[in-house]
């Protein structure tokens, strides 16, 4: 089977296209246009420039996968529906929609948090899987605990209750002055730092008994900690570095803690990360050392379209239908 997958779920604009035949799985391309130089002047993503952007970027990237897969007969078209910003969502499902016509093959709709999941066994074997799992996804729009008893079912176990650990990532570094996407640029500032800061930041309920998360208190408590600093020592380059180094253990020891507790209480065998959060080198190091852990490679955390063609791959494999009518669902969940 040879699936086209679209994802546009949010600022990148990626086609991938997929060849399967049982446990036997090769991506035959998996092309990325990514939009995050434009909005970084902006320090978030503009939904309705990412749709433009979508638009015009859609045909070039098609035919860029297209090629590099050399134009295989396409069997399905898989589409991201949601979760995700729904100018976008929509621009990528009516250029789906349009090309399923001409291909004369099926749609699809794809769930952007599973895929997220699912990313994992793009380079994996579905035999590495030992279940129950439980599935962390952190990025930008989403931090949430996922419990998988079976194969493609899921329950939600915890979620954040107002800012995803991206999100906090990004609004810590607008404050302490490093750009867009945060994540990435504080990461890089944390690395091999000795000093800290006088005072720890807070870790958002980290003791309670639920599974939930909440990361808009941990970005008051930066924006106050920078703010008392008189100027000089804001723009010192040591005390950003000691910022970002306290910033990254605070979310990181979040999420690895919540992930414990879901581990222990449930007896998981095994440990999924995903998400754009899942490339922070601290955190996989974290998991590798605490957890059974599985995780994609640093370029399938990212939003892409070959976890939406391996999404579709294994419900199809289970005889699942396509659909003729896909809408857009901002507010998606698993």
């Known amino acids: 089977m040879k699936i086209l997958a679209i994802e546009t779920s949010c600022d990148d604009t990626s086609i991938a296209v997929l060849e399967g035949r049982g446990d036997k799985i090769k991506i035959l391309s998996n092309i990325i246009s990514s939009q995050v130089q434009l909005h970084a002047q ?88 030992k279940l129950p799992a439980v599935c962390l996804i952190v990025s930008g729009g989403h931090t949430q605990l996922v419990l998988m008893e079976k194969f493609l079912n899921y329950k939600i176990l915890g979620e954040t209750r107002d800012d995803a650990a991206g999100e906090c990532f990004d609004k810590a570094a607008r404050i302490l002055g490093l750009g867009y996407p945060g994540g990435p640029a504080i990461a890089k500032m944390a690395k091999n730092v000795r000093g800290r800061i006088s005072n720890k930041l807070p870790r958002p309920m980290i003791n309670q008994k639920n599974y939930d998360f909440s990361f808009s208190g941990l970005k008051t408590a930066i924006l106050y900690e920078f703010k008392k600093q008189p100027p000089e020592i804001q723009k010192s380059p040591e005390y950003i570095k000691a910022m970002c180094a306290e910033i990254q253990r605070a979310i990181v020891e979040v999420l690895v803690f919540k992930t414990a507790k879901a581990v222990k209480d449930y007896g998981a065998k095994t440990v999924i990360l995903g998400g754009g959060v899942a490339s922070n080198d601290e955190l996989r190091k974290q998991f590798k050392k605490s957890f059974n852990a599985l995780m994609p490679s640093k370029k399938f955390c990212t939003d892409n379209a070959a976890m939406a063609a391996i999404t579709a791959y294994f419900h199809l494999q289970k005889g699942e239908k396509t659909s003729k009518d896909v809408e857009a669902k901002a507010d998606l969940t698993l």
């Open 42 to 129: 902006y320090g978030g993503v503009y939904p309705f420039l990412a749709r433009r952007e979508h638009e015009k970027n859609l045909p070039a990237v098609l035919k860029k996968a297209a090629k590099q897969a050399k134009n295989p007969k396409i069997e399905a078209i898989a589409i991201t529906k949601g979760p995700g910003l729904e100018p976008c969502l929509w621009t990528g499902i009516n250029f789906a929609k349009t090309l399923a016509k001409e291909l004369q093959a099926p749609l699809f709709p794809i769930n952007h948090v599973e895929a997220h999941i699912l990313a994992n066994f793009i380079e994996k074997k579905l035999a590495s899987l």
